[in-house]
Nanobody, 128 residues
Framework: EVQLVESGGGLVQAGGSLRLSCAAS????????IGWFRQAPGKEREGVSC????????YYADSVKGRFTISSYNAKNAVYLQMNSLKPEDTAVYYCAARPSTGLLFRLWVFWREYAYWGQGTQVTVSS
């Protein structure tokens, strides 16, 4: 059974940091891309970042570039999202998701409907 489990969310003050983890089981990362998405109340789900297990390429939403860093530890089937300089507008439920990798990942990573497997989400709340 494929499972993705997020952890590391919580409440933090603006300017603070959190590190989210995504642990996968039931499949190996080879040939997959792992994305982080977030959804705030009343808003659309949006892509935050993505990493390809094939070549380690990483992608970020403009809103988080320079503040968030995605990394993976393939041997442990784990992906991490280091979030620094957090802002109140980063408040959302954060999800990790997996999709088959593709040469067009640079363009397609943001489309959440393309991801086959999803975690249950972890809440991130940034207070001002």
């Amino acid at each position: 059974e494929v499972q993705l489990v997020e952890s590391g969310g919580g409440l933090v003050q603006a300017g603070g940091s959190l590190r989210l983890s995504c642990a996968a089981s039931g499949f190996t990362f080879d040939g997959y891309a792992i994305g982080w998405f977030r959804q705030a109340p009343g808003k659309e789900r949006e892509g935050v970042s993505c990493i390809s297990s094939s070549d380690g390429s990483t992608y970020y939403a403009d809103s988080v570039k320079g503040r968030f860093t995605i990394s993976s530890y393939n041997a442990k089937n784990a992906v991490y999202l280091q979030m620094n300089s957090l802002k109140p507008e980063d408040t959302a439920v954060y999800y990790c998701a997996a999709r088959p990798s593709t040469g067009l990942l640079f363009r397609l990573w943001v489309f959440w409907r393309e991801y086959a497997y999803w975690g249950q989400g972890t809440q991130v709340t940034v207070s001002s």
